[in-house]
């Protein structure tokens, strides 16, 4: 069992008085989780919308003969399956994400039982030598070296987050413009499709792909920013 293992089981047992620096990790822990509980609960709110919309829009489409849907309809049914596939995903990861949310010691302890513990003399090493060490002193205060890590680690993720954020509505302006566009052109040429029709479906169809990649990536990065030091121990141990 290595420092942080001991000294978990120490703090588990002493209570959170114990070791201020172990409660400084779990707080950071909780609040990890908690960041994405907060999130994925804005995506489910924004993709229930999206599906009840998308519903709607299906519905008011009339049907070309019979059973027959033209593409405008099949375009809004088919999102609307997206949307709902998504919100019961994001549901699942929030639910899953409060329980460490509000009992982070259980998560956290399955948290520490998953890092690779190895001596040697890089500068990864290095840190988590200092940081077994920190642990170890219970001190408030975090060591100097993994202090400046962890404020390279919020400028990264930052950075990244708005970059990505960025490409993000761009992305998502893009294919609003392109399915639109298609269904259009689709309507006007009665279902007729040549290869610029066809180039905007597959053009459409990858800006949802990589609005839904920027999505994950957004909410990531804004978990790191917000709280570096489990992003940090992630990188270290992991």
């Not at 489409?61 to 405008?72: A, C, D, L, R, Y």
């Not at 302890?109 to 642990?135: C, H, M, P, Q």
């Not at 761009?170 to 009665?190: H, Q």
Request: aromatic share 14%; proline share 2%.
């Amino acid at each position: 069992m290595n420092e942080l293992q001991n000294a978990l089981a120490e703090f588990i047992e002493s209570g959170s008085q114990a070791n201020p620096a172990l409660r400084t990790v779990i707080h950071d822990y909780a609040k990890y989780h908690a960041v994405l509980v907060i999130m994925g609960g804005l995506l489910v709110i924004i993709f229930a919308w999206l599906s009840i919309r998308f519903w709607a829009k299906s519905k008011r489409v009339p049907k070309v003969s019979g059973t027959k849907w033209n593409f405008e309809k099949k375009v809004y049914f088919s999102f609307g399956i997206m949307s709902c596939f998504v919100t019961l995903l994001m549901t699942l990861i929030v639910v899953a994400n409060a329980t460490n949310t509000f009992n982070p010691l259980h998560g956290f302890s399955l948290f520490v039982d998953s890092f690779v513990i190895s001596d040697g003399v890089t500068y990864k090493d290095e840190l988590r030598y200092a940081f077994n060490e920190w642990i170890k002193s219970g001190h408030a205060n975090i060591p100097t070296i993994i202090q400046q890590k962890i404020h390279e680690r919020i400028e990264f993720h930052t950075t990244k987050a708005m970059v990505c954020g960025v490409l993000l509505i761009i992305f998502v302006a893009l294919g609003i413009s392109l399915w639109n566009a298609l269904i259009k052109r689709t309507t006007e040429m009665d279902s007729k499709w040549r290869y610029t029709e066809k180039a905007y479906f597959v053009f459409g169809t990858a800006t949802v792909g990589l609005s839904l990649l920027l999505m994950v990536m957004v909410v990531a990065n804004i978990q790191g920013a917000f709280t570096p030091l489990t992003a940090f121990l992630v990188g270290l141990f992991g």
